[in-house]
Structures are given as structure tokens and as C-alpha cells.
């Protein structure tokens, strides 16, 4: 009985080991069969600036007036202020939207957190000669505004919370980031960038019950800032350091900066009483935009340009 | 003076007001109210020019959560009598009509929601009867005495001034709301006011707005004024992203100025009349400060 235990428990370390290097052969074949990143410079016709030996992608609408620099959240590129941008130009406004890397088509050169997000914004602004901006950060991005807002209170004209609450959260320990080893960890990364499956899912849950129709074109927007080279080396560097963010009391400790929190109403990426608190923790008002879920700025552009002419005034 | 009183034909087939009509005698008029649901008390006040209609997507949301809601029109307004009287109209009367219903009733535990004119009365009567009222819901409407809420305001206060009898209820409802009205809703709004001489309490609002330091409703609204500065029960502040007669501006005054209070909330895409805009917003979030 105990010799068949024995028999069994080797031949299943046997398949088991078997399914490891037929895993890891075709891993390393996909690998080889796909291709890896290309230069930001192929995929994304620009404008871009260099800041600190970093090539920064941006996107930017209107010529003068008070600016405002919007920032995106995980893995949005500035494109996705494509509605908000115009609107805001129309309004007076010069404004920017800058990809911080490893999102959009900025140069992927770590390291990729809160600090050097907050010191690529300073960066920027100074390359760009923009002064006393409102910063305008989305989900993740939102961290970033409050980073700014902590650091250089008077440099800045406000700051626009937009469906992220800025707090700190989780992160996988750091042994995760040892287990994503070549060339299984690529092999998935170009799976999951390359389907148009996961990305259907993700986008209908970040836009809501109210999202545009998720057409090809749309697809490839989402898709191809993956393909930046550097990409898949950077979301590995990036995996055990969790939700970038801030406590509770960094938030208490906000002043003399003008903020306004907006959320999506029917956000569930980050949930509306999440945001809720995060408003009352930074003293702001919060403004609801009815219809919209996480992708706020894209469902509901004019709400969202009026909560930041609240702030930019 | 003559007093109207609108046939009940006019509100026979109203959309989304299916409520009951109740009575209220005050000061020999007729008072009109709704008393929809059981369960604590919400106080739904209306302001200029409005009436009861205008909470009608907002008491079913309450009610299906357990609440009791409990919805006047003012004297001059709704289903309520009409003097036809603009001079019948102050501050001090349409304060004393609610406070009198609410001691009729026996109104205890309740939250007050304000919006408008309603703000100026329901808020007064709050601080006068604490002992009535537990908490507050503060949309889009002022209590500053002394000056004039804005330009936008002013405008509109000529334009009332203007046109008297002949005054545009239903169009100036649609006016003040983001997304415009359906022709059925607007007709609702005006189903009150058939003649010239209903719209008396509506013509007197404007004036009833203390603009200067001198003028009748000024002491009275300042006494608000200074009761909500040591207000510390909760109050929420619920606003229209968009009000261009009421800013969001005033709705950061509330928050200052008053110790309980949380928010502002505003909501984008919604005017003035927010609960024309957003009907499911406003009830969820005074659901949600209920909770």
C-alpha cells in the first residue's frame, strides 16, 4: 500500500515536472514567435519632451489661458482626455495631458512610483514653463495630484481628484515578483495584452452600463501602449509594490490647495464611497456624475470639465 | 381679496403624482399636502415656483425604503389655497403655516429637506422647533440676508417683476433645470396657476428675498442665519453641479457655516431644479444620510 503511495507520488512529480518544460518550451516558443516592444516613438506620433533623461509622451489642446495638466490612472494613456481636453480649451484653458510612465507612450525608465511620478510632473511643468497649474489626476493618477498638492502646495493653482481616492492599498509581497519568470512571465504578458477578450471585459467594466460600443478601434487604443518596449519589464518591477497611495492622515494634512473630488456614479473600480471619504479626509467637495462609471472623463466629459472649472475657475 | 382654489380636475392625471391628496386648515385656507409611507418622518419643502409635484420621484424612493413623507404646498402654491393678494405673502406666513402643520401633525424625529424658498422657511421653522427635527438636507437655496444671491438672480427677479400675472411657471421651472422638461412635465408645473391671480405667491417670492439690510425678511432670515452656526445635529448638503441662480459656492457656505454639516455634494449635469435632473441622485443620497 505504502510502495503504491510511493509509485504514484514519482509519477506524478514525473508528469508534473514533464508539464513544467512543455509549459516553459512553449512559453519560450510563443515568446520567440511574437514580438516583443517597440520604441514609443513608432506607435505614438507625439508631442513629446524630455524631463530628467526621460522621453514623456503628452498630448495637449488650446493655446493659452490658466493650464491644467491632467494624469491619467493604470495603464490609461493620455488619450483618454480626448473629450475633457477640447472642452476645457474651449473654456480658456491650455492644457496638457501627460503619460507617466510605464503608461501611454512614455520612455518606460524606472523606477515607476509615487516619488518619481510627482518629480515627472515637476519636471514637466518646469520643461513646459507651465506655472500654478490645476492637476487633474484619474484614478491612480489621483495619487499623483495629492503628491503634488503635499509637496508644492503653492505652485499650484488646485488639484482635481477623479474616481481615485489616493490611499495606499495592497500590493502582492515581494516573493510574487520572483515567481514572474521568463519566459512564462512574458508568455502570459503578450496573452493577456494581446486579447481582445480580456480587454472587452475590462473596458465594459471600467466604462459602465453607459460605455461607448467596445469597437476594434477602441480595442487598440487600450492595446498598443503595451507594446512600448520596456512594457512588460516595467508592469514586473511594478507588481509587488501594490496600489500606489497615500494614508489617511497624508490626506488630513492637505492644505491651502483648492480640491475638488469627482466620481462616476456608477464607478464599481473604485466605489463611490470610497471617494466619499477621501473628500472628507481632504475637507473638498464631492461632485457626482450621474451616468458615468470608472472612465468617468469619457462617459461624461462636460460633468467632468465643469468639476475642474471649479477648481481652475 | 379673493382667495383661488385650483379644481381638482387640474391634477387628476399628472405624471408620476398619483399621491392623495390631505388638508390642512390654517388661518382660514385650505392647506394641501402629501402623506405618503410610514416610518420616520421626511419633511419635503418646496420653494419658488414649485410645489409638491416637484418631490414626486423623489417620496417613492423614501417610502419603499420605510420612510414617511410627509410633502405641503405652500399657501399660493400647489393644491394649496391661493390668495391672489401679492402683499397677502411674508416670510413670517408661510413659516407659520408649516409650523403649524407640523404641530398638527405631530411631526417628531424628522429630517427636513430643503430646496429653494423652501430653504429660508423649512430652515427657520427647524431652528425654531429643534425639538422636532433631527437632521437636515440642504439643496440649492441661500439664507444670507443683505445682498442678492447673483446676477443670474437678479435677471430673474425682473423678469418676474416684468411680466406679473402673465409669468411662464412651467418655463421657468424648465429654465432652471439642465436637461429641459417633457411637455407633460412642464404642464404639470403650471396645472396650479390657471389664471393671473393664482400666481400671487409665486409673483411675491422674488420680492420676499432679502436683498438689503433694511428690508422686512432681513432680521428674521439673519436669526436663521446665526441658529445654523451652532446648528451641531447632522446636515447634508446636496447641490446642483450646474445652478446658475444658486452657485455651488453657496452650498460651500452652508458646509462652513454650519458645525453638523457634511458634503457638499454636487451633482453634475444638474441645475437649479435637480430634482427634475436628477431624481435618482438626490433620493439616494438623502437615503443614504437617512441610513
Known sequence: MKAGLRRWGKRLGIALLALLAALTLASAGYDAATSGGRPARELYAGPFVRVDGRLLAYSRWGTNGPPILLLGGFIEPSDVWRKVGPLLARAGHRVYALDLPPFGYSERKGPYDLAAWVDEVEGFERALGITRPVVVGHSLGAATAVGEALRRPHALSGIVLLDGDALRAGGAPGWVGHLALDPWFTALYRLLTRSDLVFRKGLHQAYGPNGPPITGAELRRWQLPFRVAGTAQAFKEMLPNGIAGWTDADLRRVHGVRVVVAWGALDDVDSVAAGRRTARLLRAPFVLLPRAGHLSMLVAPRGVAAAIERVAG | ?291
Open chain 2, 1 to 291: 381679496m379673493e382667495t383661488v382654489r385650483a379644481p381638482d380636475e387640474a391634477f387628476a392625471s399628472l405624471p408620476d403624482y398619483p399621491f392623495e391628496p390631505h388638508w390642512f386648515d390654517h388661518d382660514g385656507l385650505r392647506m394641501h399636502y402629501l402623506d405618503e409611507g410610514a416610518g420616520d418622518p421626511v419633511l419635503l419643502v418646496h420653494g419658488e415656483p414649485t410645489w409638491s409635484f416637484l418631490w414626486r420621484r423623489i417620496v417613492p424612493r423614501l417610502t419603499a425604503a420605510g420612510h414617511r413623507a410627509v410633502v405641503p404646498d405652500h399657501i399660493g402654491f400647489g393644491r394649496s389655497d391661493k390668495p391672489d393678494d401679492v402683499s397677502w405673502y411674508t416670510y413670517d406666513r408661510h413659516v407659520t403655516a408649516l409650523t403649524a402643520l407640523a404641530e398638527a401633525l405631530d411631526l417628531r424625529g424628522l429630517t427636513v429637506v430643503v430646496h429653494d424658498w423652501g430653504g429660508p422657511i423649512g430652515l427657520r421653522f427647524a431652528v425654531e422647533n429643534e425639538e422636532r427635527v433631527e437632521r437636515l438636507v440642504i439643496l440649492d437655496t441661500g439664507v444670507a440676508a443683505g445682498r442678492a444671491p447673483s446676477e443670474t438672480w437678479l435677471r430673474f427677479r425682473d423678469a418676474v417683476r416684468n411680466v406679473g400675472g402673465g409669468l411662464d411657471i412651467g418655463r421657468l421651472v424648465a429654465a432652471g433645470t439642465a436637461r429641459g422638461l417633457a411637455d407633460e412635465v412642464r404642464a404639470a408645473y403650471d396645472a396650479p396657476f390657471p389664471t393671473p391671480g393664482s400666481k400671487a405667491g409665486a409673483l411675491a417670492f422674488p420680492d420676499l428675498v432679502p436683498t438689503e439690510p433694511e428690508h422686512p425678511s432681513a432680521a428674521a432670515m439673519t436669526r436663521v442665519h446665526e441658529a445654523l452656526a451652532s446648528w451641531h445635529k447632522p446636515a447634508l448638503v446636496v447641490w446642483g453641479a450646474d445652478d446658475a441662480v444658486l452657485p455651488p459656492r453657496f452650498a460651500d457656505r452652508f458646509v462652513e457655516l454650519i458645525p453638523g454639516a457634511t458634503g457638499p455634494e454636487l451633482i453634475a449635469n444638474a441645475s437649479h431644479f435637480l430634482q427634475e435632473d436628477a431624481p435618482d441622485e438626490v433620493a439616494a443620497a438623502i437615503l443614504r444620510f437617512l441610513a
